[in-house]
């Protein structure tokens, strides 16, 4: 018992470690958690989808994708342009402030656009194959038997941060209230974007 909690412990804390920095994914939940919209279907998708990678890098599917250098290359190029096109709608956002600005939900059909969106930024996001599927599936590897249980602490840890991130950005409302705090969020969701794409694109 104590071993499985040992490994479930280092797969939650590796988890968390690399699904903490700022990324696509992150600020996108950011950005729907203090807009209070779609927060539920948001948080769930990305939590389930790394739970499937954590899955498919842990039972090994890590090495069957490294004989496929092309695939990740594809990805790549179709996730860069990705952000770097969702980076330029969030700078428009701050030169334009009177669209997209509202705390509240747009209207109907974003929920279905908040969901392709999502979608788009965790499966088409290589970073995410190298975190999910190669990194942690190797270090997973290495706990042997144990190694599901070090992919389940994972795939907790993936499932906390997700929550908090999306369901505590409600907190921020109050201070970002004002266009001008929304501008700053839009400010970081745009050259987050900007950055990924183009290192995305230019690395593929």
Do not use: K
């Amino acid at each position: 018992m104590n071993h499985a909690l040992t490994a479930a412990a280092a797969g939650f804390g590796t988890g968390l470690s690399l699904i903490v920095a700022i990324g696509a994914q992150n600020a996108f939940v950011l950005r729907q958690g203090v807009r209070r919209h779609a927060v539920l279907t948001v948080v769930g998708i990305c939590a389930l989808s790394d739970a499937v990678l954590i899955a498919l890098g842990v039972g090994g599917v890590g090495a069957v994708v490294v004989a496929w250098p092309g695939a990740l290359r594809a990805v790549g190029i179709v996730g860069g342009l990705f952000l770097l096109c969702y980076g330029v709608l969030a700078a428009r956002r701050v030169l334009r402030p009177g669209t997209g600005l509202r705390a509240e939900g747009e209207a109907t059909g974003s929920r279905r656009r908040a969901v392709l969106t999502c979608l788009a930024m965790t499966w088409l996001n290589p970073h995410v194959y190298l975190d999910t599927v190669f990194l942690l599936g190797s270090l997973a590897a290495d706990r042997g038997p144990l190694r599901w249980t070090f992919g389940l602490g994972a795939a907790l840890a993936s499932l906390c941060w997700f929550t908090a991130l999306g369901f505590g950005a409600r907190l921020l409302g109050r201070y970002l209230a004002r266009p001008g705090a929304w501008r700053v969020l839009d400010g970081l969701v745009a050259a987050t974007m900007l950055v990924l794409g183009a290192s995305l694109v230019a690395g593929a």
